[in-house]
Antibody, heavy 122, light 107 residues
Framework: EVQLVESGGGLIQPGESLRLSCAAS????????MSWVRQAPGKGLEWVST???????YYADSVKGRFTISRDNPKNTLFLQMNSLRVEDTAFYYC????????????????WGQGTLVTVSS | SYQLTQDPAVSVALGQTVRITCQGD??????ASWYQQKSGQAPILVIY???NRPSGIPDRFSGSSSGDTASLTITGAQAEDEADYYC??????????FGGGTKLTVL
């Protein structure tokens, strides 16, 4: 059974840093595409970042230069390092497995964690 | 990058058929996927690669596309289908994107 368990969320002040973790079981994070998706309270889903198995990384413009996605292969864990946090980064952060199919024409998130809440407030 | 546009809210009578649409230029190149999110829960995948259902998703859920528009159809909507639905795809730069979501009410 696939499980993705996020941790590391909490209350933090603007300008500070936080690192989120996503512990995976039933999948191998180094062999899959892995992503972070966030959702501000009462708002829609927003893609944050993707890490390809080969190491390529992608970021939404809203977090580029501030957030870094990475993984620890032996621990089978995905991370999101978040620096220079802003009030507008307040959201539930979900870890998700990102799949590709149909000769690169289909991309979708087939497994999701339960999320961790990050609140940025003074 | 382009945007994915969804109607904010749709309603359907119990047992009837409803279609939720997602429009975006990039859907001419990349297939859409669809997610159901119930209040207080994480999203779940209900349709991927335009018209494929993951294991465990009822066959009343189906997907289709035409041109720049993808559709999620629920045939015979049930009370438990009341949720927010999001479409998702990617752009040519590798970025993923979501539609704004459609709140489905089952009357």
């Amino acid at each position: 059974e696939v499980q993705l368990v996020e941790s590391g969320g909490g209350l933090i002040q603007p300008g500070e840093s936080l690192r989120l973790s996503c512990a995976a079981s039933g999948i191998t994070v180094s062999s899959d595409y892995m992503s972070w998706v966030r959702q501000a309270p009462g708002k829609g889903l927003e893609w944050v970042s993707t890490l390809y198995a080969g190491g390529d990384t992608y970021y939404a413009d809203s977090v580029k230069g501030r957030f870094t996605i990475s993984r620890d292969n032996p621990k089978n864990t995905l991370f999101l390092q978040m620096n220079s946090l802003r009030v507008e980064d307040t959201a539930f952060y979900y870890c998700a497995r990102d799949r590709m199919g149909v000769a690169g024409r289909a991309y979708y998130f087939d497994r999701w964690g339960q999320g961790t809440l990050v609140t940025v407030s003074s | 990058s382009y945007q994915l546009t969804q109607d904010p809210a749709v309603s359907v009578a119990l047992g009837q058929t409803v279609r939720i649409t997602c429009q975006g230029d990039g859907l001419r190149s990349y297939y859409a996927s669809w997610y159901q999110q119930k209040s207080g829960q994480a999203p779940i995948l209900v349709i991927y690669a335009r018209d494929n259902r993951p294991s465990g998703i009822p066959d009343r859920f189906s997907g289709s596309s035409s041109g720049d528009t993808a559709s999620l159809t629920i045939t015979g909507a049930q009370a438990e289908d009341e949720a927010d639905y999001y479409c998702n795809s990617r752009d040519i730069s590798g970025n993923r994107l979501f539609g704004g979501g459609t709140k489905l009410t089952v009357l």
